[in-house]
T-cell receptor, first 110, second 113 residues
Framework: GQNIDQPTEMTATEGAIVQINCTYQTSGFNGLFWYQQHAGEAPTFLSYNVLDGLEEKGRFSSFLSRSKGYSYLLLKELQMKDSASYLC???????????FGKGTSLLVTP | EPEVTQTPSHQVTQMGQEVILRCVPISNHLYFYWYRQILGQKVEFLVSFYNNEISEKSEIFDDQFSVERPDGSNFTLKIRSTKLEDSAMYFCAIQGGPNEKLFFGSGTQLSVL
């Protein structure tokens, strides 16, 4: 089976840095994804990690530790438009479908 | 990014009725998925479809659900006899290959009354 845990809600200030953590348990690991979802919209891809370490992409970075079953998404220079739900997801054992966590709702305040 | 069009954007139906949700991927991606998201809950995997057959399905995808790609372009999800608990946003997604990112359509909001 697969289990993914994320904080339910977080609040941060515009211009600040926020780290959203995700822990997972899978019977087989094929990679970890982060998606962003604004209310009423579809999830959009942010990052993919399959090896340990940090992947940086502009203001967003994602880190993975396979031995600890742990990942985080780091958002820098927060903007109001970053207010959204951030979804951590692992691949199912088939290596194709994604299994999503419940998501972390981030509120960016002025 | 590849484009995935879903129709209709909203569907209201009576309990027990059949509904068909449509997805048109504007690309040559090979893997197709349906996900659903009940209001306030997580995005849940329903089914994956590859080479004109189901490759994986979840416990949610019971005998009331079916998928097909009849003409090589449209990818459909049929719910034979809708229940109140089927009310959700249904997302179609496409993928180029295993371990690759999924691109989601804008979704169909299904309301079962």
């Amino acid at each position: 089976g697969q289990n993914i845990d994320q904080p339910t809600e977080m609040t941060a200030t515009e211009g600040a840095i926020v780290q959203i953590n995700c822990t997972y348990q899978t019977s087989g690991f094929n990679g970890l994804f982060w998606y962003q979802q604004h209310a009423g919209e579809a999830p959009t891809f942010l990052s993919y990690n399959v090896l340990d370490g940090l992947e940086e992409k502009g203001r967003f970075s994602s880190f993975l530790s396979r031995s600890k079953g742990y990942s985080y998404l780091l958002l820098k220079e927060l903007q109001m438009k970053d207010s959204a739900s951030y979804l951590c997801a692992t691949l199912t054992n088939s290596g194709y479908a994604l299994n999503f966590g419940k998501g972390t709702s981030l509120l960016v305040t002025p | 990014e590849p484009e995935v069009t879903q129709t209709p954007s909203h569907q209201v139906t009576q309990m027990g009725q059949e509904v068909i949700l449509r997805c048109v991927p504007i690309s040559n991606h090979l893997y197709f998925y349906w996900y659903r998201q009940i209001l306030g809950q997580k995005v849940e995997f329903l089914v994956s479809f590859y080479n004109n057959e189901i490759s994986e399905k979840s416990e949610i995808f019971d005998d009331q659900f079916s998928v097909e790609r009849p003409d090589g372009s449209n990818f459909t999800l049929k719910i034979r006899s809708t229940k109140l608990e089927d009310s959700a946003m249904y997302f179609c997604a496409i993928q180029g290959g295993p371990n690759e990112k999924l691109f989601f359509g804008s979704g169909t909001q299904l309301s079962v009354l």
